[in-house]
């Protein structure tokens, strides 16, 4: 086991934000994350998981080892005609694993494609986009316990996975590291084809016409015109979560604010866009000590160079701040923050 001490992580975090850790591991193997927990536990050192560094903000230096996931493999469990099960190790990439998934001709996972980041963090946040979340795919989870090493399977009613939601961000926070995911997909395409943005790319074309693979290139497409790509202009995507509002709170704001686009959820809520609230208080390309808003999108804080987490959580709050003084909403940041602020 290969031991860095006082680790930069400025290039293991798609904000590019300056940060140390007090020792890093590269995991390629679960003989190797067995070996780094019995000495993290020895050392009675705390343990963070790392994978791509897309979703967490360094506020600070962080005084845990950090384990980096890059355990690789995918393998068929078994394939019935109808439904193929699949283990994927936690470090695979997770749009290589989408297009591959595609050329295989097992489908489902389209409209998830271009999110960065690793397989393995995946589940953590139950990651979505264009009308389709990982949860309905997800069959099970596979980890170690970081102060045991122990193994453990959670069924996918075990992760409780919502919007941007799992069990492992509440009860089970801190506790596992993820090995392998298993993932059941259908052999015919099903194509969900409602989210705006992409229903709009494809009005063109009849719903015959599309195959799982025009979905991919069109989600891959929007992607690439909105959203900046972090290794040009560092950033986590969406910084706060989308607000999801009771009915009646959403039909006052939108009385009051008759611009304010209104999303109806399965669960008889409403979501609406935080890009929406954020834009309207007048950030949208605001900049300041070396970070902003990009002038895109609201919802994507970007470091410009300023390297330090602290300014833009800065930032952040005084968005928030306007944000909740506009509409009486309060924005919960998205990524998970690690260094001073949060231990
Ligand atoms: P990291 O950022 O390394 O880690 C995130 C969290 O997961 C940390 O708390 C970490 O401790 C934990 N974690 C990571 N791996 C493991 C593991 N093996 N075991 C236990 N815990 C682990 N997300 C979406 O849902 N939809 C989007 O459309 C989307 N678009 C994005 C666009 C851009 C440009 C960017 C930069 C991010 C976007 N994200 C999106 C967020 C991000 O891609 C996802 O959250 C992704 O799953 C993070 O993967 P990662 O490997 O980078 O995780
Ligand atoms: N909008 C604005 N101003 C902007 C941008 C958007 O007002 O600058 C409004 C528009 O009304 C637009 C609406 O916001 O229709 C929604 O915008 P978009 O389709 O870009 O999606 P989003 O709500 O900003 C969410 C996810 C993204 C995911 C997309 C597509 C969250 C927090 N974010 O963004 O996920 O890719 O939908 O499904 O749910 C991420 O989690 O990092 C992420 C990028």
């Known amino acids: 086991m290969q031991i860095t001490s006082d680790a930069s ?23 190797a994350l067995r070996e780094a927990l019995a000495w993290a536990r020895a050392n009675s050192t705390a343990v963070t998981v790392l994978g791509h560094g897309s979703n967490v903000v360094f506020a600070g230096d962080l005084s845990s080892m950090v384990l ?32 591959w998934t595609l050329s295989e001709g097992y489908f489902g996972l ?7 980041g690793t397989v393995g ?14 949860g309905p795919f997800m069959e099970a989870v596979h980890a170690l316990r970081i102060d045991s090493g122990e193994a453990v399977t ?6 409780e996975f919502g919007y941007r939601d799992s069990v492992f961000k509440h009860r089970l926070r801190d506790q596992l590291v993820i ?22 790319a494809l009005a063109l074309r009849s719903e015959q016409e599309i195959s799982a693979r025009d979905v991919f290139e069109t989600v891959v497409s929007i992607r690439r015109s909105k959203l ?16 999801v509002l009771q009915k009646q709170q959403a039909a006052r704001l939108k009385a009051q604010f008759p611009d304010l686009p209104v999303y109806p959820q399965a669960d008889g809520r409403d979501k609406i866009p935080a890009a929406w609230l954020i834009e309207y208080c007048g ?52 990524p998970r923050v690690y260094g001073q602020c949060n231990g």
Not at 16 to 30: D, F, G, Q, Y
């Open 9 to 31: 992580l400025q290039t293991r975090n798609t904000l590019a934000l300056c940060a140390h850790s007090r020792a890093l591991v590269s995991i390629e193997s679960e003989n």
């Open 68 to 99: 980096v996931q890059a355990t690789r493999g995918r393998h068929c469990l078994d394939d019935d005609g109808s439904h193929v099960r699949l283990r994927v190790a936690a470090g695979e990439n997770w749009h290589h694993l989408v297009e």
């Open 110 to 116: 389209e409209n998830l494609a271009l999110i960065p």
């Open 121 to 134: 963090a995946a589940p953590i946040q139950n990651i979505g986009a264009y009308g389709v979340e990982l």
């Open 154 to 159: 959670l069924s996918s009613e075990q992760c």
């Open 179 to 200: 090995t392998a995911v298993d993932l059941r997909l259908p052999r015919v395409a099903r194509l969900q084809l409602g989210y705006p943005a992409l229903a709009s």
């Open 228 to 243: 900046p790509d972090p290794a040009a202009i560092p950033n986590a995507g969406s910084f706060f979560k989308n607000p």
């Open 283 to 334: 950030w949208k390309g605001h900049r300041e000590n070396g970070v902003g808003v990009h002038p895109d999108h609201a919802l994507v804080l970007v470091n410009y160079g300023g390297d330090s987490g602290a300014c833009l959580l800065q930032l952040a709050d005084r968005i928030a701040v306007t944000v909740r003084d506009t509409f009486g909403i309060t924005l919960e940041i998205e």
